[in-house]
């Protein structure tokens, strides 16, 4: 369960971020993400999952969160 | 050879690669890779920020030279103590160069180098007593020190000193701020690591010193210069842009930079990174905590310095955007004037360039604003972020190696040729003795500064005193000289 950063950058796009690993990865699909909440199943460009509890209201970026791997 | 080909720069990696035992060879194969713009992510094709192979030369440092080198040495009112064996401290005392104002051993310290000596019984016994007492005599040594940074040597890791609970004990009792900093060498594979522990002691010890204290006046236009290290005062000549500019510097980082100028920083409205590398990690935060948003800027050579001027001047308002408009043209006569004088003689000239973790791409701007082309670059302790920024700025099929070691650097010197190598110290005089104009560019070769527009001159005055210098014509001992050889000599 590592605690990873999502950040946007300046297209927009938000970035995951694991600093232990120094992962750097662009965020593909997130399962919830709409006005009251976020998280969910997350892909990201590198076809990699993972999971978060989705959170309500939604985060503002950035921020730090834990997140499970998608096959945990 | 003028260009190589896709295929010939790959042939001449397999070619190189073939001294290698079996092992050796599938290693570093994924540290050498073909320059091809057409790739999003460097990771298809390059690895970096693993382990060196044992038995190979690398040029890398460790996590202590990481942390009191590069980003803790710097920063001028701080004793940076080397908490260990005298060496680590001794060898690596003052030779990086960053510059700064103020009296050595009154109210500054860069350049001293104040270390804990550990004999033998101090690692039997354990050193925290010695840490203590140090701290005290420091302190009354230098009562205007602001505060002391303790940096652990590879012994303090291995012994399991608690250097934490002497700094907190001592900085309560002399009020200033004592961090201890756990960048022992064996931690990770390069000083990269050590840069990581060093931005993450500035988080814990340094950044919320003064939440909550309003007392600061700010101004809209703040600003931070984060990851300069003033090599040679190219902080200085960066820092007249941004003033001449309407912007406000409140910090540097670290570079001629002090202890206050860092707890202030979470003030600023923007924080400007120069070298990614050893210092993202802290604006990751400050952008977390403080919503202080960060940008990557670039002050080599006229082309990037302009592209950054108004990257950074898009931050704010009209005013400010007019006057980045205005400090690029006040200086484009004098930058016209270096380029119409250098480049005729620096035109079509080929490097190659082994250096840190920035340089590697950030100058690759400068050099091609004199007409020059860099056809192989490297970095020591990149990752992959870094080759991601690297590979648009390089052209197609040119070599990229990752943490290269003595051998290959050579054999790729021997086949590409090029007029004229950056890279550190302890590749100068292989290459020189070689007949190779070399540059030493970690610290400017004693020059600098080579930011900004002041510095782009000393950098173009450099490269063509280097590279067009009378003495590479004077390789050949003269009783070795064919008779054509001499007659070219004469010509020319």
Same mark, same amino acid.
């Given at each position: 369960?590592?605690?990873?950063?999502?950040?946007?950058?300046?297209?927009?796009?938000?970035?995951?971020?694991?600093?232990?690993?120094?992962?750097?990865?662009?965020?593909?699909?997130?399962?919830?993400?709409?006005?009251?909440?976020?998280?969910?199943?997350?892909?990201?460009?590198?076809?990699?999952?993972?999971?978060?509890?989705?959170?309500?209201?939604?985060?503002?970026?950035?921020?730090?969160?834990?997140?499970?791997?998608?096959?945990? | 050879?003028?260009?190589?080909?896709?295929?010939?720069?790959?042939?001449?990696?397999?070619?190189?690669?073939?001294?290698?035992?079996?092992?050796?060879?599938?290693?570093?194969?994924?540290?050498?890779?073909?320059?091809?713009?057409?790739?999003?992510?460097?990771?298809?094709?390059?690895?970096?920020?693993?382990?060196?192979?044992?038995?190979?030369?690398?040029?890398?440092?460790?996590?202590?030279?990481?942390?009191?080198?590069?980003?803790?040495?710097?920063?001028?009112?701080?004793?940076?103590?080397?908490?260990?064996?005298?060496?680590?401290?001794?060898?690596?005392?003052?030779?990086?160069?960053?510059?700064?104002?103020?009296?050595?051993?009154?109210?500054?310290?860069?350049?001293?180098?104040?270390? +804990?000596?550990?004999?033998?019984?101090?690692?039997?016994?354990?050193?925290?007593?010695?840490?203590?007492?140090?701290?005290?005599?420091?302190?009354?040594?230098?009562?205007?020190?602001?505060?002391?940074?303790?940096?652990?040597?590879?012994?303090?890791?291995?012994?399991?000193?608690?250097?934490?609970?002497?700094?907190?004990?001592?900085?309560?009792?002399?009020?200033?701020?004592?961090?201890?900093?756990?960048?022992?060498?064996?931690?990770?594979?390069?000083?990269?690591?050590?840069?990581?522990?060093?931005?993450?002691?500035?988080?814990?010890?340094?950044?919320?010193?003064?939440?909550?204290?309003?007392?600061?006046?700010?101004?809209?236009?703040?600003?931070?210069?984060?990851?300069?290290?003033?090599?040679?005062?190219?902080?200085?000549? +960066?820092?007249?842009?941004?003033?001449?500019?309407?912007?406000?510097?409140?910090?540097?980082?670290?570079?001629?930079?002090?202890?206050?100028?860092?707890?202030?920083?979470?003030?600023?409205?923007?924080?400007?990174?120069?070298?990614?590398?050893?210092?993202?990690?802290?604006?990751?935060?400050?952008?977390?905590?403080?919503?202080?948003?960060?940008?990557?800027?670039?002050?080599?050579?006229?082309?990037?310095?302009?592209?950054?001027?108004?990257?950074?001047?898009?931050?704010?308002?009209?005013?400010?955007?007019?006057?980045?408009?205005?400090?690029?043209?006040?200086?484009?006569?004098?930058?016209?004037?270096?380029?119409?004088?250098?480049?005729?003689?620096?035109?079509?000239?080929?490097?190659?360039?082994?250096?840190?973790?920035?340089?590697?791409?950030?100058?690759?701007?400068?050099?091609?604003?004199?007409?020059?082309?860099?056809?192989?670059?490297?970095?020591?302790?990149?990752?992959?972020?870094?080759?991601?920024?690297?590979?648009?700025?390089?052209?197609?099929?040119?070599?990229?190696?990752?943490?290269?070691?003595?051998?290959?650097?050579?054999?790729?010197?021997?086949?590409?040729?090029?007029?004229?190598?950056?890279?550190?110290?302890?590749?100068?005089?292989?290459?020189?003795?070689?007949?190779?104009?070399?540059?030493?560019?970690? +610290?400017?070769?004693?020059?600098?500064?080579?930011?900004?527009?002041?510095?782009?001159?000393?950098?173009?005055?450099?490269?063509?005193?280097?590279?067009?210098?009378?003495?590479?014509?004077?390789?050949?001992?003269?009783?070795?000289?064919?008779?054509?050889?001499?007659?070219?000599?004469?010509?020319?």
């Amino acid at each position: 369960m590592p605690n990873v950063m999502i950040r946007k950058n300046d297209a927009g796009d938000l970035l995951f971020y694991v600093a232990k690993k120094d992962m750097e990865e662009t965020i593909a699909t997130v399962e919830f993400d709409t006005a009251d909440t976020w998280g969910g199943a997350v892909t990201l460009t590198d076809d990699s999952s993972w999971y978060i509890d989705p959170i309500s209201p939604p985060p503002t970026f950035p921020t730090t969160l834990r997140f499970k791997r998608g096959n945990e | 050879m003028t260009t190589m080909t896709h295929d010939e720069t790959q042939a001449l990696i397999q070619e190189v690669l073939e001294a290698y035992p079996e092992k050796a060879k599938k290693d570093r194969a994924k540290h050498l890779a073909v320059n091809d713009q057409s790739l999003e992510q460097s990771k298809k094709c390059i690895i970096s920020n693993r382990k060196s192979l044992p038995g190979v030369m690398t040029v890398r440092g460790c996590a202590y030279a990481g942390s009191k080198g590069v980003v803790w040495g710097p920063i001028k009112d701080m004793i940076h103590l080397s908490h260990g064996p005298v060496g680590c401290g001794q060898y690596s005392r003052a030779g990086r160069r960053n510059y700064y104002v103020g009296h050595t051993g009154v109210n500054t310290f860069g350049t001293m180098n104040f270390t +804990s000596d550990f004999q033998e019984k101090d690692i039997v016994f354990g050193g925290d007593k010695k840490l203590a007492k140090l701290i005290d005599e420091m302190n009354q040594l230098f009562p205007l020190a602001k505060g002391i940074s303790v940096q652990s040597e590879c012994p303090i890791g291995l012994i399991g000193d608690d250097i934490e609970a002497v700094s907190k004990k001592k900085g309560k009792e002399l009020d200033k701020p004592i961090v201890p900093v756990r960048c022992e060498g064996f931690r990770g594979v390069s000083q990269s690591l050590g840069h990581h522990i060093a931005n993450d002691a500035i988080r814990d010890w340094v950044i919320g010193n003064r939440d909550g204290d309003e007392t600061f006046a700010t101004t809209p236009y703040d600003v931070a210069v984060i990851g300069d290290y003033n090599i040679g005062g190219d902080a200085w000549a +960066s820092r007249i842009l941004l003033e001449e500019m309407g912007l406000r510097v409140v910090a540097q980082w670290s570079g001629d930079g002090t202890l206050a100028e860092m707890e202030l920083t979470p003030k600023v409205r923007l924080n400007l990174i120069h070298c990614y590398r050893s210092m993202n990690y802290i604006s990751r935060h400050m952008e977390e905590k403080y919503g202080i948003p960060w940008m990557e800027y670039n002050f080599f050579g006229p082309t990037k310095i302009a592209e950054s001027l108004r990257k950074i001047a898009a931050f704010f308002d009209e005013t400010i955007q007019a006057n980045a408009e205005k400090v690029i043209a006040k200086y484009e006569a004098e930058y016209q004037a270096i380029i119409a004088k250098y480049r005729p003689r620096l035109e079509g000239k080929r490097v190659m360039l082994y250096v840190g973790g920035l340089r590697p791409r950030h100058v690759i701007g400068a050099y091609e604003d004199l007409g020059m082309e860099v056809v192989g670059t490297g970095y020591e302790f990149a990752h992959n972020d870094d080759y991601d920024r690297t590979i648009k700025e390089m052209g197609n099929a040119t070599l990229l190696y990752d943490d290269v070691t003595g051998y290959e650097f050579e054999e790729f010197v021997k086949k590409i040729k090029p007029d004229l190598i950056g890279s550190g110290i302890k590749e100068k005089y292989i290459f020189q003795k070689m007949g190779v104009p070399f540059r030493q560019m970690h +610290s400017w070769d004693y020059s600098g500064p080579y930011h900004g527009y002041d510095g782009f001159a000393i950098f173009a005055r450099d490269m063509d005193m280097t590279i067009n210098n009378p003495c590479w014509k004077s390789m050949q001992a003269p009783w070795l000289k064919t008779a054509d050889a001499e007659s070219q000599t004469l010509a020319a």
